[in-house]
């Protein structure tokens, strides 16, 4: 064991002695600071880091870093309402201060460790731009930022920390469309999604500043641009591990764990919650999947007179759940449906009109969410299970979920498939699962023709994406 603790080490200090550029004590407190939502002593160290040498873009970039995580994280308190507002006004305003950052450090002497703070900030001001739609500003300065770190990357191939930037300008832009993707091919910006992301997984294996960032740009890359809520679990997991004050790690990671149906682990990190970081709405979302119904329509309630929604789209599914749960514990509430969009209130009238399979059919979800890995139970027959629609959809996804957990990969695909192809509803879930279980369970060629075919008709780019890895 002894022998071994000196092996790592060695081979830690072999990695990080390589790197081009220095990153100290200081450089680390600041970024676990910021992720972790210190946002004040963060500032504080950059401010006196900036003072000691004002000519040096590291600590700017810090600063930069800081102020966008605080502007986030500060956005949070606002409803969806004014959300939105709060973070556009805060984000011109950083992009002011960092164009007077990049005015005041254009001579400086660019040094290996000058140019890739300088490359990185203008990286985020390409980023700042984009969010603001100003895409002209946004290309021109994320193609500088990029320029110098493969510049940079050529000359030093071991300098990981680069990788990160590198991999989120290659993914982002090989993702981009319509006309935001004819300006980048006009000024000469292009991508590649796989690169992109080897990139970010470089830097999060072998980086030392930029570790967490390639965490939080993975995760978030799974999460919700490649529909992979499953590789999306591994990073949130270390994150909110990592940084237990950081609400948004917090919140965001139990969502995942309820797209995955581990009701299980999404309770415990529920039931300790002791700072009010897990949403309402997540909450809520919870109680409809393990079937406390009642205390789901009181949360919706009390998050409907406040308007306390993060996305606006959380409104109408509130309303919704609520209505569902209404019918559920027998206590439908009169004029809801006027409430529902018309996909909704489909929905809602499948339930309400078969209402006793229904509650077997959200009992039999319930119980598969609360399975942990490789437990078998009893799938029940419904008979009176209507031929096709909502019901049917969700009983044959759920079947797949459970023989998921339960390890049975060929009747996993079997059910999976079934939805996928002929069912109206669960058609996304089920390719999501579809294509995770392909990762490990190698499928035909015929399987994978078929997947490719849905996933085509399902017109989701995301899944798109995804695919691609099953085509390698």
């Not at 709060?86 to 164009?99: D, H, M, P, Q, V």
């Not at 320029?147 to 590198?166: C, F, Q, R, S, T």
């Not at 990671?253 to 797209?259: A, V």
């Amino acid at each position: 064991m002894k022998n071994l603790f000196y092996l790592l080490v060695i081979s830690s200090s072999i990695i990080f002695a390589k790197s081009p550029i220095v990153v100290n004590g200081h450089d680390h407190q600041i970024v676990y600071w910021a992720f972790n939502h210190q946002f004040d002593k963060a500032e504080q160290l950059t401010t006196e880091k900036i003072a000691e040498n004002p000519n040096i873009p590291k600590y700017y970039f810090l600063k930069i870093v800081t102020e966008s995580l605080r502007h986030l994280a500060d956005s949070d308190q606002f409803n969806y309402e004014k959300r939105y507002e709060y973070r556009k006004e805060k984000n011109e305003e950083l992009i002011e201060y960092t164009e007077d950052i990049v005015e005041q450090l254009e001579d400086i002497e660019m040094n290996v460790e000058n140019k890739y703070y300088m490359a990185n900030i203008y990286g985020y001001l390409g980023r700042m731009y984009g969010l603001s739609g100003s895409y002209m500003s946004a290309f021109s300065n994320a193609k500088k930022g990029k320029g110098m770190l493969e510049e940079l990357v050529v000359k030093h191939p071991d300098l990981y920390d680069a990788y990160l930037m590198l991999g989120m300008f290659e993914y982002y832009a090989d993702r981009l469309g319509g006309l935001t993707k004819f300006v980048a091919s006009i000024l000469g910006f292009s991508g590649d999604r796989t690169r992109g992301i080897n990139y970010m997984k470089q830097a999060h294996l072998n980086g030392e500043l930029t570790r967490p960032f390639a965490e939080f740009m993975l995760g978030e890359t799974y999460s919700t641009q490649e529909g992979n809520p499953f590789d999306a679990y591994g990073y949130f997991n270390l994150l909110v591990k990592k940084y237990p004050n950081n609400k948004d790690f917090y919140d965001w990671h139990i969502r995942i764990l309820l797209q995955l149906d581990n009701l299980n682990e999404a309770k415990e990190f529920i039931e300790k919650d002791q700072n009010g970081y897990v949403r309402g709405y997540t909450e809520s979302t919870f109680y409809i999947k393990n079937g406390e119904y009642k205390k789901a329509i009181s949360l919706i309630d009390e998050l409907i007179q406040k308007k306390d929604f993060k996305w606006r789209s959380a409104l109408g599914n509130a309303i919704y759940l609520k209505a569902v749960a209404s019918l559920l514990i027998d206590k439908p509430i009169t004029g809801i449906e006027k409430e529902l969009s018309e996909d909704q209130l489909i929905r809602y009238n499948e339930i309400k009109n078969n209402l006793k399979t229904a509650k077997q059919v959200y009992e039999l979800a319930t119980m598969i969410g609360r399975l942990d890995l490789g437990i078998q139970m009893e799938i029940p027959k419904l008979p009176d299970l209507p031929k096709d629609g909502y019901l049917r959809a969700m009983y044959e996804f759920y079947n797949g979920v459970y023989y998921y957990k339960y390890r049975d990969g060929t009747n996993a695909v079997k059910f999976f498939m079934k939805v996928a192809k002929d069912r109206k509803y669960f058609r996304s879930e089920s390719v999501e699962y579809l294509i995770n279980i392909f990762k490990s369970y190698k499928p035909t060629k015929q399987q994978l023709d078929e997947l490719e075919k849905i996933i085509s008709k399902l017109d989701d780019e995301d899944l798109e994406f995804s695919f691609m890895d099953l085509k390698k």
